[in-house]
């Protein structure tokens, strides 16, 4: 752990000392329940984050990929890649010296495009 109170959670949760909450697991309950979940510190030092099982299970739903959206996202790459077939099959028929010259082409730094005045 850090020396130092981590500034970002400590501002986005309210903070509960362990001490505070064996005393007050009620009065944590209820900010529990108005926040959605709260910083417990040990030595002053962020130890646990207690939420709400509601929060919890958006955590949960949230790491889960949604697979609809997924295979989506692969269908259309899949498209662009095929798309540039004419492209690929050139690329793969250049000779070595053909292959060289259009990476040195590319390589070279573009020079600026003067506006018209």
Same mark, same amino acid.
């Not at 959605?36 to 130890?47: R, S």
């Given at each position: 752990m850090s020396a130092? %109170?981590?500034? =970002? %959670? *400590? /501002?986005q949760l309210p @903070? #509960? @000392?362990a001490t505070q909450l064996v005393a007050g697991i009620q009065k #944590?309950?209820? =900010? #529990? !329940?108005a926040h959605g979940a709260v910083l417990i510190t040990k030595h002053d030092q962020p130890a646990f984050? +207690?939420?709400s099982v509601e929060r919890y299970r958006e955590l949960q739903r949230a790491a889960e990929p949604d697979l609809g959206t %997924?295979?989506?996202?692969? /269908? *259309?790459? +899949?498209a662009?890649?095929?798309d540039q077939g004419d492209a690929l099959a050139d690329a793969f028929a250049l000779t070595p010296e053909g292959l060289? !010259?259009?990476?040195?082409k590319a390589a070279k730094p573009r020079k600026p495009v003067r506006k018209a005045a």
């Amino acid at each position: 752990m850090s020396a130092v %109170l981590e500034p =970002t %959670l *400590a /501002d986005q949760l309210p @903070s #509960v @000392s362990a001490t505070q909450l064996v005393a007050g697991i009620q009065k #944590v309950g209820r =900010t #529990v !329940a108005a926040h959605g979940a709260v910083l417990i510190t040990k030595h002053d030092q962020p130890a646990f984050v +207690l939420m709400s099982v509601e929060r919890y299970r958006e955590l949960q739903r949230a790491a889960e990929p949604d697979l609809g959206t %997924l295979g989506g996202e692969f /269908d *259309a790459m +899949l498209a662009r890649m095929q798309d540039q077939g004419d492209a690929l099959a050139d690329a793969f028929a250049l000779t070595p010296e053909g292959l060289g !010259a259009n990476a040195v082409k590319a390589a070279k730094p573009r020079k600026p495009v003067r506006k018209a005045a």
